[in-house]
């Protein structure tokens, strides 16, 4: 075999699928989350900057966690039906351009209301589509982390990128919209590089990850089995997915205000690099540590680092306990993000991949999102941002002991659904 062919023979068998997909998902993957690198630190400074009080951002960002529900749902279901990904990626990225002109132009709160929700269409249906192609891609769900890593790097470097350039003005919503119409721009030029999967394809290629497998007891096949929509077990992982993403809404709406508003501490999006940067390591390995103690225990471990997280703001409001806050980043994403991806994806049939996964990112993520930020802008307001933080470890705690309750069937479940032939 030549050192070209084997070399390349060695990757397909390290990360899962072959070296042109890795390409063509690199780069939209990459730029996708330089997006993310701007909206993520700075929304709220942005709406903020508008001249709404935290009571009023909050309700703010509740809605555009609330729009970023309904719309993946709608454009995950178009992708499914079409069997191709590429449009609804167009469709969601020209609606992101076209929310930012009406969103820095009126400061009247129903149009700042209107714009926002059109951006979260765009903005959250990204992800679910751009997932759905890079599993259905792949020979294994769990390596999914390897190339999602290229996100992550991607979001650091922005982020580092806006806290040190001259170029941005970080208290400027002008600006801001800007470089979010920039990176979204770049990220529609990339799609032609997406892999072209299309639907019977894919669901050949993924035989080994419906429901269940055949039972020669009861002569329940794959095919039968891929035709339940959605199964109890994902449905309880769904909820507890859903409790630690509900104790993770502070920092998801409020932290970068915390760090601005509470620490006096411009450094905004150093402390979200830091972030992303700490986990970039165990979201390239996750695919080993799923494999190895499957899916729900690292689900069940990231809701303690989210409670142990939400406690160190709380406790220690100074720059040193929010980098420590934010280190934890690395298990309270860095591999929770990926174990509940290849969780959804053993359990959520081949066809109904974007669907499944726009549940994971609509029902488990935007949905605690929207209701934690609706919240949690009143607490701010009449108890502040320490209180905030601390009143949110409920959830988490709630989170873990439904797992322990229900720790049977979610790893027995999840251990008679491989992640690999």
Excluded at 34 to 51: E, K, N, T
Excluded at 217 to 243: D, E, H, N, Q
Aim: net charge positive; aromatic share 10%.
């Amino acid at each position: 075999m030549p050192p070209k062919t084997q070399a390349r023979s060695i990757l397909v068998r390290q990360i899962g699928f072959r070296y042109d997909i890795a390409m063509k998902l690199g780069i939209p993957y990459f730029l996708a989350f330089s997006i993310y690198g701007v909206v993520s630190p700075y929304l709220a400074v942005l709406v903020r900057d508008l001249g709404y009080s935290p009571s009023v951002v909050g309700l703010l960002i509740g809605l555009f966690e609330l729009a970023g529900i309904g719309g993946p749902f709608i454009l995950g279901r178009f992708s499914d039906r079409l069997g191709r990904y590429r449009p609804g990626m167009t469709l969601a990225l020209m609606l992101l351009l076209l929310s930012l002109g009406p969103l820095i132009l009126f400061r009247n709160p129903l149009i700042s209301a209107l714009s926002l929700m059109v951006l979260a269409v765009g903005v959250r249906s990204i992800v679910p589509l751009l997932d759905a192609v890079a599993t259905l891609s792949m020979r294994n769900p769990a390596d999914y982390g390897k190339v999602r890593t290229v996100g992550s790097i991607s979001f650091v470097l922005m982020t580092l990128f806006l806290q040190w350039t001259p170029l941005f003005q970080p208290h400027s919503y002008t600006a801001i919209a800007l470089w979010i119409a920039l990176s979204s721009f770049l990220m529609l030029c990339s799609l032609p590089l997406l892999p072209a999967v299309q639907r019977q394809a894919a669901i050949a290629d993924s035989e080994p990850k419906p429901l269940v497998a055949e039972n020669t007891t009861t002569g329940v096949s794959r095919s039968k089995a891929s035709t339940k929509a959605y199964s109890s077990v994902f449905i309880l992982g769904l909820v507890i997915i859903g409790l630690g993403r509900l104790a993770m809404a502070p920092v998801a709406s409020f932290f970068s205000l915390y760090i601005v508003e509470e620490l006096g501490w411009d450094a905004v999006g150093l402390s979200w690099a830091i972030a992303a940067a700490s986990e970039i390591p165990l979201m390239f390995l996750s695919g080993l540590a799923i494999r190895r103690w499957g899916a729900p225990r690292l689900l069940l471990l990231a809701l303690i680092a989210v409670a142990v997280r939400l406690a160190i703001y709380a406790l220690f409001p100074s720059p040193a306990g929010a980098i420590s806050g934010q280190l934890l980043h690395s298990l309270c994403y860095g591999l929770f993000h990926p174990a509940a991806v290849a969780f959804v994806s053993t359990h959520v049939a081949p066809e109904r991949r974007a669907m499944g996964l726009t549940m994971y990112l609509s029902l488990g993520v935007g949905l605690p999102t929207f209701l934690g930020s609706a919240v949690g802008g009143f607490i701010v307001d009449h108890a502040g941002y320490r209180v905030l933080f601390a009143s949110f470890i409920v959830f988490a705690i709630a989170g873990i002991v439904l797992y322990l309750l229900q720790r049977s069937r979610l790893e027995t479940a999840s251990s008679r659904t491989p992640l690999s032939a």
